[in-house]
């Protein structure tokens, strides 16, 4: 199953998805090379890959989309893919945005791992489901681009960390010199935390209509709901205290990983065992 | 037409001679136009830096004075005598002219190795020269190698990357932690060469504010006024360490100028803002113990050397990288100019043998007298057929085989040919 092309020819998700993985994998490549060798044209051509990769991925996710008759949410693996397109995106936002690119060496191999668990574990798509409309669409791509930018939070305060941890036991190694700096990354993992956030409240918004117009109630508790909320709870306490004389820095930074693992939590156990709870239909 | 450089740098005399032999820009050029007028060299060009002199030369090979033509001026020029210079000077023919020439531009001949000023005091020395039309087809396709020998080396290996000084060492911590420095302020405490050094970098990187402070105020104004900084009085240290993120200290004493408990009031004063302390003082200046502030980063010159020493080895490992580039290129300039003396002596050879038809059948004129005029023409034009058939195998040959080019220069020695200027010649002899 897949796009149909011009000429009658059906190009595969799953072959879209190995070119896919291809081309961000010399992303990495380039990203790699640029963290090490510090050549600003290898990074634009990292860019340039990533944005290609993004192409390619955004028609393998379409040519899924049409197989199943929905955005392709419905199994975890179908969904990591999505996942995974989000997560490149919103990087090459924020890249836009910091003008630094040392981070998609950290970034691409997450990208690659979340396409990877698709293509291998289930490059099948999942049967065709019921219609659920455009709002629950939106309510799920919403939540899905949360969860990346969050991802993106996380890679930005562990690279911190490492950084702040080498600068003060005065060890700084040569590849540390190409990284951003401390003062950057922190400001690069706000940024993320504030397009998790603005998604996360977009996303339970529209999951509250839906709600609404299925059971006539604007908040259905159950364990889905729960967690969205606690991350959001997680994230908002970040955004107050992570300006504060007894938080900014490394603290901070602490705080937004340990916040990262309620929104794991919520993309495997949640989903994997508690999703029946959570069902618009 | 040989390259030939005379030159003295940094690690064949002093830095009190290297002065006196210094050329500034103008001068440098004064020199050279001198060499050129005087009929020494065809072209030349003066490299001047605060690590050397070096003068590069092209001249025919006919003439036999260069050597001595270009000593003699470089003395003159500096009022001094030759025999001061015994043992100073360096003379470089050729391919060693050429290689030393790359290694300079690559940074492998300077004293901080790689260092990045260098290919730019290249280009506009060679841009000068140029532009004064001291430079032909052989010193520009030199110059413009050296320039494209630079970037390579800059760009594909490591060489010319990170800190070399403790000041810059320190500047560049700074930027890890705290990004461009224009948002930030800084407070230098003390006014000694390295206080005064830290102070000229931290402005040469565009920090937002800068404060200068010493006990001594007077000294402290002429630094501040030196630095485009803001004096401030020794007395009101609290309130700087309250709003200055970086705070380089260098200063005369055996006391702890900041303790730990003035850091940590200062932290608390700043909202735990970050801070990077630079101890450049010897003994030290600030309590190691502020180390375990959160929020403080705290270098001492033990500390800094140490990344500079680090630097020091990964640039040195850098460099067989960088002298595979030079020798690439020595390589490349070497068959273009074996090339191009090639070209221009079977050029002369070509004209020689016209010449030679020329005076043989002026000398058989009333030979020839018996033949129509038409006929003379058509005798004239097969001789001239014959000259370039002669040559056509010789030609193609010394196109293809880099060999034979390097040997067609006997040309010259077997024909005896006058030298004449590759430019004057077409094919991969023309301007570099």
Redo the contacts between chains.
């Keep these: 199953m897949g796009l149909q092309g011009g000429n009658g020819v059906v190009i595969s998700f799953t072959a879209l998805g190995y070119t896919t993985a291809g081309i961000y994998a010399a992303s990495w490549a380039c990203y790699l090379g640029k963290l090490f060798?510090?050549?600003k044209w290898t990074g634009r051509v990292a860019t340039v890959l990533l944005a290609a990769g993004m192409a390619t991925h955004y028609f393998a996710l379409l040519a899924r989309a049409y197989s199943i008759h929905s955005v392709p949410y419905q199994d975890l693996y179908g969904s990591t893919s999505l996942l995974a397109w989000f997560l490149a995106l919103t990087y090459l936002g924020l890249e836009l945005l910091h003008r630094e690119r040392a981070m998609g060496a950290f970034v691409m191999p997450l990208v690659l791992l979340l396409l990877g668990l698709e293509l291998v574990v289930a490059p099948h798509a999942a049967p065709r489901s019921p219609a659920r409309g455009a709002i629950f669409a939106l309510h799920v791509t919403s939540n899905i681009l949360a969860y990346s930018a969050f991802t993106l939070s996380f890679v930005y305060s562990l690279v911190y960390l490492v950084?702040d941890y080498l600068?003060?036991r005065?060890r700084?190694v040569?590849m540390?010199?190409r990284?951003?700096?401390?003062?950057?990354l922190e400001r690069m993992a706000r940024s993320g935390v504030w397009v998790g956030l603005g998604s996360l409240i977009v996303g339970i918004s529209f999951g509250m209509a839906v709600d609404h117009r299925l059971t006539g109630q604007m908040l259905t508790p159950d364990p889905k709901v729960v967690i969205s909320f606690l991350i959001l709870a997680f994230y908002a306490i970040y955004l107050l205290v992570s300006r504060?004389?007894?938080w900014?820095?490394?603290?901070a930074s602490v705080l937004c990983m340990a916040s990262y693992f309620a929104v794991v939590f919520s993309y495997t156990v949640v989903n994997l065992y508690l999703s029946r709870f959570h069902k618009f239909y | 037409m040989g390259v030939y450089l005379l030159g003295v740098n940094h690690r064949t005399a002093g830095v009190a001679l290297r002065e006196r032999l210094h050329f500034s820009p103008e001068e440098g050029l004064r020199a050279a136009t001198k060499l050129r007028n005087d009929g020494v060299v065809d072209e030349v060009v003066v490299l001047s830096t605060c690590n050397r002199s070096e003068v590069y030369t092209v001249a025919a090979d006919t003439r036999t004075d260069v050597e001595s033509g270009v000593e003699r001026n470089f003395c003159v020029h500096h009022a001094v005598e030759p025999e001061q210079l015994n043992g100073c000077l360096y003379r470089r023919r050729g391919r060693d002219a050429v290689e030393h020439l790359y290694r300079v531009a690559a940074g492998l001949d300077s004293m901080l190795l790689g260092e990045a000023e260098i290919l730019g005091q290249v280009r506009e020395t060679y841009l000068a020269a140029q532009r004064e039309g001291l430079t032909g087809p052989i010193l520009n396709r030199l110059f413009q190698a050296s320039l494209e020998v630079g970037k390579r080396v800059r760009?594909e290996t490591?060489l010319g990357?990170?800190a070399m000084s403790v000041a810059s060492a320190a500047m560049?911590?700074a930027?890890?932690?705290?990004?461009e420095l224009r948002d930030n302020a800084a407070a230098v405490l003390g006014t000694g060469a390295m206080g005064a050094k830290a102070a000229m970098q931290l402005r040469a990187r565009g920090i937002g504010r800068l404060w200068v402070s010493n006990r001594n105020p007077e000294r402290a104004h002429e630094l501040a006024a030196r630095s485009g900084a803001q004096w401030a009085p020794w007395d009101k240290t609290a309130e700087l360490l309250a709003q200055a993120d970086i705070v380089v200290t260098s200063v005369a004493g055996t006391d702890w100028t900041l303790t730990r408990e003035a850091l940590a009031a200062a932290m608390?004063a700043r909202?735990?803002?970050?801070m990077f302390l630079i101890d450049l003082g010897v003994p030290r200046n600030i309590d190691p113990a502020a180390?375990e502030l959160?929020?403080i980063?705290l270098?001492g010159v033990d500390?800094l050397n140490?990344?500079v020493e680090?630097n020091r080895q990964?640039r040195e490992s850098e460099v067989p990288r960088a002298e595979a580039i030079v020798r690439a290129h020595v390589e490349k300039f070497t068959a273009w100019q074996s090339g191009a003396n090639a070209v221009a002596a079977l050029a002369e050879l070509k004209q020689k043998l016209r010449l030679q038809r020329e005076l043989f059948t002026d000398a058989r004129s009333e030979d020839l007298a018996r033949f129509s005029a038409d006929e003379r023409e058509r005798i004239l034009r097969m001789m001239d057929d014959l000259v370039e058939e002669i040559l056509r195998e010789p030609a193609e040959r010394l196109m293809k085989d880099r060999e034979v080019r390097e040997r067609a220069v006997l040309l010259r020695d077997l024909f005896g040919l006058n030298e004449t200027d590759p430019s004057n010649s077409s094919g991969p002899g023309g301007r570099g």
Aim: glycine content about 8%; hydrophobic content about 40%; overall charge positive.
């Design positions: 060798a510090g050549n950084q600068l003060r005065k700084p040569a540390m010199w990284l951003p700096a401390l003062e950057d504060s004389p007894a900014r820095g490394a603290r | 760009a490591r990357a990170q560049k911590l930027e890890q932690i705290f990004g608390h909202g735990n803002r970050r180390a959160y929020n980063f270098y500390d140490e990344i680090q990964a």
